[in-house]
């Protein structure tokens, strides 16, 4: 997809029970989840396919690549370059092997080094209130995706490419920053109701501590907020105020009459405290 079609706002569906999910909207606070604390085993666990290094020819243009990189330090440690060329090529060619270190290996510095923030492209998802916003109870929060992206707290963001089959990234791909996004911004067809946008950030050289992972965003990167269809009134009541105190749109949700599974929002009209 390219920029120019990214949706113009990004939502986070929170509850409104417990300091850390109210504070998106009281302090501006995103938190950047590493992988292995997602509900999806499959997400962030997609790899170079070893086994693409089929043909001796291949295997030889792989070594060739990693010695040509790394030359000048092999030479300058005193490297036996034809020793090193076996070594590679013995490696590479056992693609059992070599695909089970790999994985070990990155998905552990994955968990360590990657804050992923998961929002969504649309805010009447049902099974998103559902799974997200406390059974419809809590509220959903809207982000203006180009300010969002531009804010540099990220590295990188995008909507997530779903498929039923993974795709195929090969030890050849040089382009680090396209095999990188389809690492992170690909997942099965099962999960395409979420219309996922991610932004994500690459802590390095040191791991992050859970207070590492808390972005602060600016107040102009909020566009609005929705209160969910069965927010309890004094809850509502908060979230109104708030929005209202800091000038933020507020909708709130209702069942369409006679719809299907559909909801439709309105905006609860008020003056903003700034006048607008």
């Known amino acids: 997809m390219k920029v120019e079609d990214y949706p113009e706002i990004i939502y986070k569906y929170r509850n409104w029970t417990g300091e850390f999910n109210k504070n998106v909207l009281l302090k501006n606070q995103l938190y950047l989840s590493a992988p292995k604390d997602f509900n999806d085993p499959f997400d962030c666990r997609i790899l170079e396919n070893w086994s693409l290094l ?17 030359m000048k330090k092999l030479i300058a440690e005193g490297y036996d370059i034809d020793a090193e060329r076996k070594r590679i090529t013995e490696k590479v060619s056992d693609h059992k092997t070599i695909q089970k270190e790999e994985e070990e290996l990155l998905f552990k510095q994955q968990d360590i080094r990657y804050g992923i923030l998961s929002l ?19 509220y959903c929060i809207g982000f203006f995706e180009e300010k969002m992206r531009n804010s540099e707290l990220f590295g990188k963001g995008g909507p997530v490419s779903y498929s039923t089959k993974f795709p195929e990234i090969s030890p050849l791909e040089t382009n680090i920053e396209a095999k990188s996004f389809l690492e992170t911004h690909s997942k099965a067809n099962d999960w ?12 390095y050289p040191n791991p992050p501590s859970d207070k590492d992972r808390i972005v602060t965003i600016t107040d102009d990167c909020i566009s609005e907020v929705i209160i969910g269809l069965c927010t309890p ?31 439709g929002r309105q905006f609860i009209n008020f003056r903003f405290a700034n006048g607008h």
């Open 54 to 70: 089929n043909t001796p020819e291949k295997i030889a243009e792989y070594v060739d690549g990693v010695l040509n990189r790394h």
């Open 120 to 138: 969504s492209a649309r805010w009447d998802s049902i099974l998103m209130w559902s799974h997200y916003a406390d059974f419809h109870k809590g």
């Open 192 to 203: 395409d109701y979420e219309k996922e946008y991610r932004l994500m950030k690459l802590f």
């Open 233 to 263: 009134e004094d809850h509502k009541k908060e979230i109104v105020d708030l929005c209202k105190k800091r000038g933020i749109r507020v909708f709130t949700t209702y069942k369409v009459p006679f719809g299907i599974c559909k909801s």
